[in-house]
């Protein structure tokens, strides 16, 4: 890792999703599946998806900001969730799949805000932006078997259904095409 390596913390709906992606961007160097935002020490994925920790589903992004900005971290991030859905992304329902920016200093917070705001008046979505702008808390790491996880179980159904068009979504999006 670089000297200079900063931190993100993104909630978006199922971490798996984030984190496939994220393993593809260019100058990030490590993503960790786990939980923040919740009230409990060391959560579960099963008290997780109780909804009773407050917890939810995140990603924790360490990233050399010589070679992808913060905001260029969060531009991915709006454009392969939905930031105007409440506690869901798609069929995944609930608290733990809220959106939130768990930011670590005020200039993320600056980031994530203008972000935020610059979204809304645009109107280029047809409802509001709910995603959570809040200072990060513990982060909890999942368990093992979620880490990875897209590239350990690229056969499976959910990983089929939900995740491959996310990344081929993100890749026609932010990946230029090879001359």
């Known amino acids: 890792m670089s000297n200079n390596s900063q931190v993100a913390t ?9 984190e496939a992606v994220y393993e593809e ?14 009230h409990v020490d060391n959560p579960t994925y099963e008290a997780v998806c109780s909804e009773t920790t407050g917890h939810a589903e995140a990603v924790q992004i360490t990233f050399d900001p010589e070679k992808v900005s913060y905001k260029s971290i ?16 798609g069929n995944d329902i609930g608290s733990q799949y809220r959106s939130a920016i768990f930011f670590h200093d005020d200039k993320q917070e600056e980031i ?21 702008v809040i200072p990060a808390p513990a982060f909890y790491p999942a368990e ?17 259904i939900v995740i491959s068009p996310k990344l081929a979504k993100f890749r026609k999006q932010f990946i230029p095409p090879k001359s």
């Open 112 to 132: 994530a805000e203008d972000f935020i705001q610059k979204i809304d008046s645009e109107g280029d979505m047809n409802d509001p932006v709910v995603t959570e």
């Open 25 to 38: 961007v260019s100058g990030v160097e490590k993503i960790v599946s786990g939980y923040s935002g919740g």
């Open 144 to 160: 093992e078997y979620h880490q990875q996880y897209y590239r350990r179980n690229q056969w499976q159904g959910y990983c089929q």
């Open 10 to 18: 993104l909630a978006g709906g199922c971490f798996w999703c984030l």
């Open 74 to 89: 969060l531009d991915i991030f709006f454009s392969i969730h939905d930031p105007t859905t409440l506690n869901r992304q």
